[in-house]
T-cell receptor, first 113, second 115 residues
Framework: AQSVTQLGSHVSVSEGALVLLRCNYSSSVPPYLFWYVQYPNQGLQLLLKYTSAATLVKGINGFEAEFKKSETSFHLTKPSAHMSDAAEYFC???????????FGAGTTVTVRA | SQTIHQWPATLVQPVGSPLSLECTVEGTSNPNLYWYRQAAGRGLQLLFYSVGIGQISSEVPQNLSASRPQDRQFILSSKKLLLSDSGFYLC??????????????FGNGTRLTVT
């Protein structure tokens, strides 16, 4: 079965600094990978998804993620953090056999002024 | 455009009382529908999903059940709530019949507190 591990439950960055959120996946087949963002008391919004068309995926709000098969990773980055980036971020994986997604435990991002 | 409605936004219920959470989707036909539960620091746990009317798959044995009486309606129920049922419940939909890379689209969730 597929799964993802998000390293670090909390990340604190200064405004304008690089945001790096780590996600490693486990899947027996080439996976589909997703990043979602959740603001307080709201549902999740899709940031970006990897479907094997390109290893570097650009998403909304200036985020991007790179698929690295050799490292089984799909880390999320943003060059310059903004206060509005404060939220919880989830990595998710699908193993292409059904319509279910498995989510990581989430990483909460705090942005310091 | 497609929209998903989930209600109520917050709910406080005593132990042993019944539960009914409703979710409806507009602007699409025959969607895949999902119920997730989110507990603090534990990510999202898939509870149920449905690929069609009357078709429900249960992922985790528990005190809850789900039903899909209409194409775009998904209901989460319990006959008797437990304290452990407290959490943030999220309904989601995805496009059916397409690739397995179709993303999920989430409602705004229901915060359930069982007292």
């Amino acid at each position: 079965a597929q799964s993802v591990t998000q390293l670090g439950s909390h990340v604190s960055v200064s405004e304008g600094a690089l945001v790096l959120l780590r996600c490693n996946y486990s899947s027996s087949v080439p996976p589909y990978l997703f990043w979602y963002v959740q603001y307080p008391n709201q549902g999740l919004q899709l940031l970006l998804k990897y479907t094997s068309a390109a290893t570097l995926v650009k998403g909304i709000n200036g985020f991007e993620a790179e698929f690295k098969k050799s490292e089984t990773s799909f880390h999320l980055t943003k060059p310059s953090a903004h206060m509005s980036d404060a939220a919880e971020y989830f990595c998710a994986v699908s193993d292409r056999s059904d319509y279910k997604l498995s989510f990581g435990a989430g990483t909460t991002v705090t942005v310091r002024a | 455009s497609q929209t998903i409605h989930q209600w109520p936004a917050t709910l406080v219920q005593p132990v042993g009382s019944p539960l009914s959470l409703e979710c409806t989707v507009e602007g699409t036909s025959n969607p895949n529908l999902y119920w997730y539960r989110q507990a603090a620091g534990r990510g999202l746990q898939l509870l149920f999903y449905s690929v069609g009317i009357g078709q429900i798959s249960s992922e985790v044995p528990q005190n809850l059940s789900a039903s899909r009486p209409q194409d775009r309606q998904f209901i989460l129920s319990s006959k008797k709530l437990l304290l452990s049922d407290s959490g943030f419940y999220l309904c989601a939909w995805s496009s059916a019949g397409g690739s397995y890379n179709s993303p999920l689209h989430f409602g705004n969730g229901t915060r359930l507190t069982v007292t």
